[in-house]
């Protein structure tokens, strides 16, 4: 037992910036910010920055909002899935972490009303729809993976925005939201057991990781498919096809050429987590590939 000259523990009401930061989750938001980046980039022509740092702002608030809050409703799951997280481990209360949401939130409104109506609704929308999905969405078996995939590939639609031309995120929207669905199917398989506890039907929970896996392989070949088609219609250019080449090697390599059996064992959570960290790289190398294929 410590004395008084102890060292003094942080409780969860008090929270260490490790913590909040954990809660976050800020590469996931930095990765939105760079999507927006990219995204008015490829639109921008030429390039305002101001608009684009506003809107990677949002976005990167937006994305922090999203785990602070999905945290504060997925606590219980995660005990069983994810107990090192902030909230079942103990370094932030529940409540601090749902008021650090709603912050963040906040935040990434007031960021895209700096750019114009467009930008705010697209913010709003954010804010709305993953709320909708922590409370309600999460359950409903593909309906709440398509949703988050469509809001995970946005960030894209507001860099377009932040350059007065929505229209140019068009296809790489497209592209992302293949890869954020494969990644979703993934990360609910890969989460199967505290869903299941929780009584939350996913997909996975209702047909099993080898289902999962299956469905997973068909988007990420409809996405190996889709990814060469920006260069045969010119959209892209020579940069974009040497970056594609390589993620369609990573994807065959992890999707199709190492797959279980059909008639083995049930595919375990470790490789579908190794399966969601691949898909991840996947979206960087993505996102390196728009932004060069306008050379």
């Known amino acids: 037992m410590a004395g008084r000259s102890g060292p003094v523990s942080r409780s969860a009401s008090d929270p260490a910036p490790a913590a909040v930061l954990a809660l976050l989750r800020p590469v996931n938001g930095a990765m939105a910010a760079a999507a927006v980046l990219v995204g008015a980039f490829v639109a921008g022509r030429p390039f305002v920055p101001g608009p684009a ?35 079942p481990s103990g370094g932030i209360a529940p409540l601090t972490a749902l008021a650090v949401g709603l912050g963040a939130y906040g935040v990434s409104i007031l960021a895209a009303m700096s750019i114009g109506l467009e930008a705010r609704g697209l913010a709003l929308s954010w804010v709305v729809v993953t709320i909708l999905y922590s409370w309600v969405l999460s359950g409903v078996p593909l309906l709440g993976n398509v949703v988050v995939a469509l809001v995970a590939s946005s960030p894209l639609l507001m860099g377009a925005i932040s350059q007065g031309n929505a229209g140019a995120s068009l296809v790489p929207l497209g592209l992302a939201f293949l890869i954020h669905l494969a990644r979703e199917v993934v990360k609910d398989a890969e989460d199967l057991e505290g869903d299941a506890a929780q009584g939350v039907r996913t997909f996975a929970v ?3 990781r080898r289902a999962s896996l299956a469905l997973a392989r068909f988007v990420v070949v409809l996405l190996m498919a889709a990814a060469l088609l920006p260069y045969g219609f010119k959209i892209y250019g020579r940069w974009y096809l040497a970056i594609v080449v390589l993620v369609e090697a990573i994807l065959a390599w992890r999707f199709v050429i190492r797959r279980p059996e059909p008639t083995g064992p049930e595919p375990t959570r470790s490789e579908f987590q190794i399966l969601s960290r691949t898909l991840k790289v996947v979206m960087l190398l993505g996102l390196a590939a728009i932004a060069l294929g306008r050379f």
């Open 53 to 87: 740092l506003w809107g990677a702002l949002s976005a990167f608030a937006a994305a922090s909002g999203a785990n602070a809050f999905n945290d504060y409703v997925d606590r219980e799951a995660d005990r069983i899935n994810r107990p090192d997280r902030p909230i």
């Open 206 to 208: 209702l047909f099993g």
